[in-house]
């Protein structure tokens, strides 16, 4: 038996993110996911101001800086009882529909669907469509991406003044109420993206495109007319399948989501109570039920990171996060382990279709599973519903023009307390938890979707799913592992978010 531990530094992905694999016989048999970079926004924000996360946690990421601000706004009106006009629900909500879509589409096509251009596919029939398409710069959907993404984000710019770090969301609702012409100018951004990803990403309307709910309906669909089939959903579904991604990547069965945009019409309704346009949950992977989901039931674990032990796993608002840095211990990464109801669990666009009972990616899983192909397309599914809602919205905004978006600012004092505020982010679950003593920040912590995905073991040495979901998995090339690469960017990797620059030793880099 042939025994190798082989370290990768993966690439196209957003942060530093390393594996440590054990292979007997090319087999991963052991997995270790290195968060290898210390973030330190909880102690940044100790003994400031409260309305001090407003400025500061947008800054986390540079990719999704807007469901970061949503989060800090919605925990300082959890903690002080703060309603929000509808009109500001509907900005919020446009705006980090704009951050998901852009997001959606780059990591899409411009870091997962690179892979397929990888010359261990070069004798492959679909490797000269493969590059035609999606090599990086060159590639037809891979230019369309980049310039059609880059336009969404200037939605966000016209209510928030910039993109990334927007600091125009504020306790009670928003800096700038939706004049008609950022209705306008925003309906004009939409109209391109959509006529784009109609005519080159799936081959047809949105609508017809939506209505499609079962796995036989969309395979059937597939295969009916080249434009479908040519698309850039249909070159990536059948690349996918080709190479086998629908069997790997299954990772654990639970999945969590905090549910999708607060809708307008609870507006009265503090968060995280408030309902959401796309239903929270937690799928028991034991039982396949949706349950409801309570963020009482989460906790995290430090026994393999590089932080102050303390035993077994802790809620958000009994947590620490102080740095204690020993290399050379079992302790293996900057990432924290979090679990609900002591269970490891996956997050991100598959896990909150299945929640809202999407039907198509529903019929799809029971078909299939959970597997690495289902995730990335699941992905581009939640691309069209969100466009979709979008006009929706931007439709709502139009015929409530006087509607306030702000409460009057001598009711927004935060008193001392707590608040937690939970967001759909583009990679998933995304949650603060503020607490706040004498006037300024006493405890502060971030639960990233990626700190889901990508978390270590926890104090009962259950893997993350990342890790779960490389162990047994078989690849050709232990030099050049790219079947890694196509698991873990189906996630969509988000280390800046995640981790909290160390060298970890002789590393390899995937292609390219």
């Known amino acids: 038996m042939s ?11 957003e942060g530093d993110l390393d594996f440590q694999l054990e292979l007997e016989d090319n087999k991963v048999v052991d997995a270790r996911c290195i968060g290898s970079m210390y ?21 986390i990421c540079g990719i999704c800086g807007t469901a970061q601000l949503t989060a800090a ?80 984000v200037e939605i966000i710019a016209l209510f928030g003044g910039q993109w990334p770090h927007s600091s125009y969301m504020l306790p009670g609702g928003v800096t700038t109420p939706a004049s008609s012409r950022h209705i306008i100018d925003s309906l004009s951004i939409l109209n391109k993206v ?43 579904t059948m690349m996918s399948r080709g190479i086998g991604l629908h069997h790997v990547g299954f990772g654990t069965p639970h999945m969590l989501s905090y549910g999708s945009y607060d809708d307008p019409a609870d507006a009265g309704t503090f968060p995280p109570q408030r309902k959401h346009l796309f239903r929270a949950g937690f799928l028991n992977g034991d039982t396949g039920n949706v349950e409801p989901f309570e963020q009482a039931e989460i906790t995290e674990h430090v026994r393999y990171s590089w932080f102050q032990p303390y035993t077994g796993g802790r809620h958000p608002f009994q947590g620490q996060t102080i740095p204690d840095y020993q290399p050379h211990s079992d302790r293996y990464t900057w990432c924290k382990a979090p679990r609900y109801q002591d269970k490891v669990v996956q997050t991100g666009p598959l896990a909150d279709a299945l929640i809202d009972g999407e039907p198509l990616i529903s019929s799809l899983y029971q078909a299939e599973g959970g597997n690495a192909w289902l995730r990335q397309f699941a992905r581009l599914r939640r691309t069209a519903r969100l466009l979709h809602k979008m006009r929706e919205t931007l439709n709502e905004l139009a015929a409530h023009p006087n509607d306030p978006h702000m409460i009057p600012p001598d009711k927004l004092e935060i008193p001392d307390g707590e608040g937690c505020g939970l967001v759909t982010a583009a990679r998933g679950a995304l949650g603060h938890w503020l607490q706040v003593t004498d006037g300024v920040i006493s405890c502060y912590q971030v639960i990233t979707p990626t700190a889901w995905n990508a978390s270590p073991k926890d104090s009962e040495g259950r893997h993350g799913h990342w890790e779960s979901s490389l162990i047994g998995l078989t690849v050709d090339d232990p030099d050049d592992p790219v079947e890694i690469g196509h698991i873990i960017r189906s996630h969509d990797p988000c280390l800046v978010c995640t981790v909290h620059v160390l060298d970890t030793g002789k590393r390899m880099t995937l292609w390219p």
């Not at 025994?3 to 992905?13: A, F, G, M, P, S």
């Not at 959509?194 to 309307?205: A, L, P, S």
Request: contains cysteine.
């Open 39 to 59: 973030r330190g926004f909880e102690q940044i924000l100790i003994s400031r101001k409260p309305k001090d996360s407003l400025v500061i946690t947008p800054r």
């Open 73 to 152: 706004v919605l925990a300082l009106e959890n903690l002080a009882g703060i309603a929000v006009p509808p009109a500001a629900i509907r900005i919020r909500n446009l705006c980090l529909m704009a951050e998901t879509v852009q997001s959606d589409l780059r990591q899409s096509f411009l870091f997962f669907t690179a892979d397929f251009c990888h010359p261990k596919y070069d004798d492959r029939s679909f490797y000269q469509k493969a590059r035609t398409a999606f090599l990086p710069f060159k590639g037809w959907v891979h230019r369309g991406a980049l310039e059609h993404s880059r336009h969404l």
């Open 3 to 13: 025994k190798r531990t082989i370290q990768i530094d993966l690439n196209r992905v």
């Open 194 to 236: 959509t006529r784009w990803f109609e005519q080159n990403i799936i081959g047809t309307d949105l609508d017809s495109w939506l209505a499609l709910e079962s796995a036989d309906e969309f395979f059937t669909w597939l295969t009916a007319k080249e434009a479908h089939a040519d698309g850039a959903i249909g070159l990536f």
